[in-house]
Structure formats: structure tokens, C-alpha cells
């Protein structure tokens, strides 16, 4: 009988260890490429004023099911006073990114935060950021589409402005 016992307590100690790495063990990393809205609030000198056009691509690597880091680095353009004066901003971001519990309809919502920079090639002065934002990803088959609103708080030499973004794409 103690044979027996034995027997299934080495049984549990060897397999639980396993199943628990299969659930808990993190997915590959995820590319996302997408677009990006943005704008700051008006009567700043940080970035060029306007709207902003931009497109971005994401690196995330999972650490678990439901926490992954990333890193981001987008271009915006600002076009609204013409071509001959088109004036761009590189927006390099690192996040932290949190999936909330699940609903039905098979949408995934998140929350990500973190820090950036806005470096203006022409006009404006820039400056570090922190952003917190949330997202919802639709999962397709192979894919998913997403889309933030992921507000900054744009930290300059001597102003602070919050610089608004929307964002939306495609992650692989």
C-alpha cells in the first residue's frame, strides 16, 4: 500500500511541474505593424503642432499569459500646413503590456504603460514621455488586429504638454 502511494505521489511531482510549464509557458514573440494618430494639445512648443500621420512597428515578447514587454518605434508626419512644410517626429516607446480578464465575444482587452520619446527632426524641441494607455485585440486565425488609445505626458526642458494618441494594425 505505501509502494502505492509512493508510486502516485512521484507520479504527481513529476507530471504537475509539466503541466503547469505547458500552461504558463510563454508564446513566441508577436510583430505589429500598424498606423497612428496623434496630437498634442494646442499652444505647446514640444512637437510641431497639429495632427499628426504616422505609421509604427511593435516587438513583443510574452513572459507569461498574461504579461508581455514591448518595444515600439513609430514616425508620424505633420501634414496640415502643406507638403513644402511637412515636419516629422520619430516616437520610440518601450511597454509593459497587461491582458485584463476575457469577455465573451472573443476580444482581448489590455492595458499598456510605460516610457518613449518624441524627437522632432524639424520644428518643436521634444523630450521624454510616459504613456498609459488601453487596447482591445480581435483574434483571426493566424493573426490579430488591434486597436489603443495610448495618452502621453510629454516631459520638455521647460513645458509639459499630454500628447494624444490612436493607433490600430495588425499583429503576426
Known amino acids: 500500500m505505501r509502494t502505492l502511494a509512493a508510486t502516485f505521489a512521484l507520479l504527481a511531482l513529476f507530471l504537475t511541474p509539466d503541466a503547469t510549464a505547458?500552461?504558463?509557458a510563454p508564446s513566441p514573440a508577436r510583430y505589429g505593424v500598424?498606423?497612428?494618430?496623434?496630437?498634442a494639445i494646442p499652444g505647446?512648443?514640444?512637437?510641431p503642432k497639429g495632427i499628426a500621420v504616422g505609421l509604427r512597428g511593435r516587438a513583443a515578447l510574452?513572459?507569461?499569459a498574461d504579461v508581455s514587454v514591448a518595444a515600439e518605434l513609430g514616425i508620424?508626419?505633420?501634414l496640415w500646413d502643406g507638403a513644402n512644410s511637412t515636419q516629422y517626429v520619430l516616437n520610440p516607446q518601450t511597454s509593459l503590456i497587461v491582458t485584463l480578464p476575457a469577455r465573451e465575444g472573443g476580444a482581448i482587452r489590455y492595458v499598456l504603460g510605460g516610457f518613449g520619446g518624441y524627437l522632432p527632426f524639424s520644428g518643436g524641441k521634444g523630450g521624454p514621455s510616459i504613456h498609459l494607455g488601453i487596447g482591445q485585440a480581435i483574434p483571426l486565425n493566424d493573426t490579430s488586429l488591434y486597436a489603443e488609445f495610448d495618452p502621453s505626458l510629454l516631459i520638455g526642458?521647460?513645458?509639459t504638454t499630454v500628447v494624444i494618441a490612436l493607433r490600430g494594425g495588425v499583429i503576426f
Not at 34 to 39: E, K, L, R
Not at 44 to 47: A, G, H, S, T, Y
Open 157 to 159: 526642458g521647460d513645458e
Open 34 to 39: 500598424g498606423f497612428d494618430v496623434t496630437s
Open 44 to 47: 505647446q512648443e514640444l512637437i
Open 22 to 24: 505547458q500552461r504558463f
Open 62 to 64: 510574452p513572459i507569461n
Open 76 to 78: 508620424a508626419a505633420h
